[in-house]
């Protein structure tokens, strides 16, 4: 059932041309007008790389999403994709483009939540967290966001940090709490919290009894490690190196839970943020002695992420204030 909307709702169409008219190159002398339709096919196939792709995710047959491209290249007057072999590949145009049609769309999905009484028209945000700050926090920065009105719908994706930031690149995302360095000079990134990366062994391993100079204690170990991309194995492998040299990893995991479990249940050892295991309920134990050099080489921030042109709708907005008021209130 289509919800009811008010006279404001009704004049959607002619403010999304307002703002076409204001946000789009002079010199793509399209005609026609948009349609919302058309506007999602594009900023779908742009990010899946398929008619085909796209024609699922909206559910949708190919010919419609065809269509829908055929028809918003006629309006804007400019090819948007060339094709190569069986993908898409967007053209200039369409990248520029691409944000400011998914403003378009965050403007009409914000518009529609706002006059509409039931949460299940507002469109959710999309919000990526690594796979530390994901189980960490953000459950507490969900539920004081819903405390506020209207609530937030959400949808949640855990990924190491490098994947995080290829989809807050690719506009898949509206915001991303990760982890390690942020190198890419073309993402907003906003300090957040501090965090401290342990070296962690089951709490009955004899490592717990060595004493002396950390290589010396550490020597002859093996290691399960995080996967490459994740920002706490990037945050490892450069701090330990002038310590111990490359470390002799036997697992590689891209999933916590296991990882400790393993820790708990063979001699291998591991690097972990503090904030990622419960000494009494996990069965481990941090490896202490291991030096002032290291455990600051081991200290390291969580950033918030966006891309500079993806439009950030109220929603976004206070999710993030809920996540710096955390960090205010861990600062205090």
Same mark, same amino acid.
């Given at each position: 059932?289509?919800? /009811?909307?008010?006279?404001?709702?009704?004049?959607?169409?002619?403010?999304?041309?307002?703002?076409?008219?204001?946000?789009? %190159? !002079?010199?793509? !002398?399209? /005609?026609? $007008?948009?349609?919302? *339709?058309?506007?999602? &096919?594009?900023?779908?196939?742009?990010?899946?790389? =398929?008619?085909?792709?796209?024609?699922?995710?909206?559910?949708?047959?190919? $010919? &419609?999403?065809?269509?829908?491209?055929? *028809?918003?290249?006629? +309006? @804007?007057? /400019?090819?948007?994709?060339?094709?190569?072999?069986?993908? @898409?590949?967007?053209?200039?145009?369409?990248?520029?483009?691409?944000?400011?049609?998914?403003?378009?769309?965050?403007?009409?999905?914000?518009?529609?939540?706002?006059?509409?009484?039931?949460?299940?028209?507002?469109?959710?945000?999309?919000?990526? &967290? =690594?796979?530390?700050?994901?189980?960490?926090?953000?459950?507490?920065?969900?539920?004081?966001?819903?405390? /506020?009105?209207?609530?937030?719908?959400?949808?949640?994706?855990?990924?190491?940090?490098? !994947?995080?930031?290829?989809? +807050?690149?690719?506009?898949?995302?509206?915001?991303?709490?990760?982890?390690?360095?942020?190198?890419?000079?073309?993402?907003?990134?906003? %300090?957040?919290?501090? *965090?401290?990366?342990?070296? +962690?062994?089951?709490?009955?391993?004899?490592?717990?009894?060595?004493?002396? %100079?950390? &290589?010396?204690?550490?020597?002859?170990?093996?290691?399960?490690?995080?996967?490459?991309? =994740?920002?706490?194995?990037?945050?490892?492998?450069?701090?330990?190196?002038?310590?111990?040299?490359?470390?002799?990893?036997?697992?590689?995991?891209?999933? %916590?839970?296991?990882?400790?479990?393993?820790?708990?249940?063979?001699?291998?050892?591991?690097?972990?943020?503090?904030?990622?295991?419960?000494?009494?309920?996990?069965?481990?134990?941090?490896?202490?002695?291991?030096?002032?050099?290291?455990?600051?080489?081991?200290?390291?921030?969580?950033?918030?992420?966006?891309?500079?042109?993806?439009?950030?709708?109220?929603?976004?907005?206070?999710?993030?204030?809920?996540?710096?008021?955390?960090?205010?209130?861990?600062?205090?």
């Amino acid at each position: 059932m289509q919800p /009811t909307y008010t006279a404001e709702a009704e004049s959607y169409r002619e403010k999304v041309q307002a703002f076409l008219a204001e946000k789009l %190159p !002079a010199d793509w !002398a399209g /005609t026609g $007008s948009l349609e919302g *339709d058309e506007l999602e &096919a594009f900023t779908t196939v742009i990010r899946l790389g =398929s008619v085909s792709a796209a024609a699922v995710r909206l559910s949708r047959t190919q $010919s &419609a999403v065809s269509m829908a491209i055929q *028809d918003l290249e006629t +309006v @804007l007057g /400019t090819a948007l994709f060339a094709r190569r072999g069986r993908r @898409l590949v967007a053209t200039e145009a369409a990248e520029r483009l691409l944000p400011r049609a998914l403003e378009m769309i965050d403007r009409s999905h914000e518009i529609e939540g706002m006059l509409s009484a039931s949460e299940d028209h507002r469109h959710p945000i999309a919000i990526g &967290a =690594s796979r530390t700050v994901g189980p960490a926090l953000m459950p507490e920065i969900i539920k004081a966001a819903r405390q /506020t009105t209207p609530a937030p719908r959400v949808t949640l994706t855990i990924r190491n940090s490098e !994947a995080l930031l290829a989809m +807050v690149r690719s506009f898949d995302l509206d915001v991303a709490f990760v982890e390690g360095d942020v190198t890419d000079t073309g993402l907003e990134c906003e %300090p957040w919290l501090h *965090d401290r990366l342990c070296l +962690v062994a089951r709490n009955d391993h004899p490592v717990h009894g060595r004493s002396g %100079p950390v &290589a010396r204690r550490l020597a002859g170990l093996q290691w399960v490690l995080r996967e490459r991309g =994740s920002g706490t194995r990037e945050i490892f492998m450069r701090a330990i190196q002038p310590a111990l040299g490359a470390p002799d990893i036997a697992v590689e995991v891209d999933e %916590p839970e296991t990882q400790k479990r393993i820790v708990r249940e063979t001699d291998l050892i591991t690097c972990m943020s503090a904030r990622g295991f419960d000494a009494d309920a996990d069965g481990l134990a941090e490896i202490g002695g291991t030096g002032r050099d290291l455990r600051q080489a081991l200290t390291r921030r969580f950033w918030i992420v966006r891309h500079p042109q993806r439009y950030r709708r109220e929603a976004v907005r206070r999710v993030t204030d809920r996540a710096l008021a955390l960090a205010v209130a861990a600062s205090n």
